[in-house]
């Protein structure tokens, strides 16, 4: 059973789908849920859920400090995998080398269409047919890692950001479970850039 630490710093709606699912998978467990910011949804899920919840500030802190913070709080707890579910800060080199094991992220678009911010604006306003969602592992780029699942929705004509990103987030939460129980019982090898099953 691999211990999961979860990174969130909104309201926590993809946290809830790794929770929904844990039980059933009964390949991983979130043991920690860590936010930047103070308040935040994710928090307020992790206590109701009974699941230690850190909050370790990033604003006006130097990169390294914030990140070595957050390293030594994974290590204490024994983290075996890292899930990113709407962490608005971005993880340096330093951290990731540090952590050595998977880090996860899911990203509301088919990457690499639309990596950063806004990418279900930025599909409506390309006018693509499909977007969808992607769970990808982190490297140090931007929503740039070896991908593990995508799921597509279809971009309908009446779509704004917000009717489309509701969509999108449906199947977020399909997703992300699954492709961390791949991650957490070992069932793919990457090669170069490609997760194979
Ligand atoms: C999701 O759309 C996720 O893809 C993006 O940030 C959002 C987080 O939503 N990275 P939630 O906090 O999980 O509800």
Redesign the pocket.
Known sequence: MKRVAVF??????????LLRDQAAYDSYRVALVISNVPGS??LNLATEASIEALLIPSRGIERSTHESLVLAALQSRSIDIVC?????RVLGSAFIDGFKKPIL????SLLPSFPGMH??KQAVDAGVRWSG?TVHFVDGGLDSGPIILQEPVEVCAEDDEDRL?SR??QA?HQIYPRALDIVARGVYRLQGRVVRF
Request: hydrophobic share 45%; net charge neutral; charged share 5%.
């Open positions: 969130a710093s909104g309201r926590g709606s993809n946290l809830s789908a949804g994710a990113l579910a709407g962490y608005m992220n899911i990203h509301p990418a279900q969602a990103s999108i987030l977020e």
